[in-house]
T-cell receptor
């Protein structure tokens, strides 16, 4: 499974756009890139997933360059409630038919009033 | 719509005791997973079940056993608890094949072994 590297922590003021970049140099052809959000004492929550180019949903955007060796999660106009740990994951369908994901330590985002 | 339900939410065990963590999902997902999360760390995969009737080891399976009871339920058993197994345990499930809808996680079981 591909290893990911992302900043340990980031600070942002309320209302700003936040971009968290993740590198995954050994991503394989069949790998998808997925981002999760985790609040204290809760399980991670799926945010967005992509394979290439740009994906946007009601919560975030995900930018993936052509070489797919990195990806950037963009959170528009963050609020205090966006303070959480954000995980970048790269995973693929296993031979057994399940989709295995490896979690790193994530990026702790702190939103400041 | 409950999603993934884990029981119990909290548990304290003495070293050497056994217990089973229960997990059930109501989303008709094929695949289910057990992760553990230690303070300041990411989640590590213990066991997973690609489909009913199959289970496989993950990154940290030692000291654990699992049972995929049916499509809805996936239990994790600690036969002889050790202090090193103090952690928060998360169960998750995912939809078939590509998992493109992502994982749905339960709210976790906080286990302390003394």
């Amino acid at each position: 499974l591909a290893k990911t590297t992302q900043p340990i922590s980031m600070d942002s003021y309320e209302g700003q756009e936040v971009n968290i970049t993740c590198s995954h140099n050994n991503i394989a052809t069949n790998d998808y890139i997925t981002w999760y959000q985790q609040f204290p004492s809760q399980g991670p929550r799926f945010i967005i997933q992509g394979y290439k180019t740009k994906v946007t949903n009601e919560v975030a955007s995900l930018f993936i360059p052509a070489d797919r060796k990195s990806s950037t999660l963009s959170l528009p106009r963050v609020s205090l409630s966006d303070t959480a740990v954000y995980y970048c994951l790269v995973g693929r369908l296993s031979g057994a038919g399940s989709y295995q994901l490896t979690f790193g330590k994530g990026t702790k985002l702190s939103v400041i009033p | 719509n409950a999603g993934v339900t884990q029981t119990p939410k909290f548990q304290v065990l003495k070293t050497g005791q056994s217990m089973t963590l229960q997990c059930a999902q109501d989303m008709n997902h094929n695949s289910m997973y057990w992760y553990r999360q230690d303070p300041g760390m990411g989640l590590r995969l213990i066991y997973y079940s690609a489909s009913e009737g199959t289970t496989d080891k993950g990154e940290v399976p030692n000291g654990y056993n699992v049972s995929r009871l049916n499509k809805r339920e996936f239990s994790l058993r600690l036969e002889s608890a050790a202090p090193s197994q103090t952690s928060v345990y998360f169960c998750a499930s995912s939809s078939i094949r590509t998992g493109r809808d992502g994982y749905t996680f339960g709210s976790g079981t906080r286990l302390t072994v003394v």
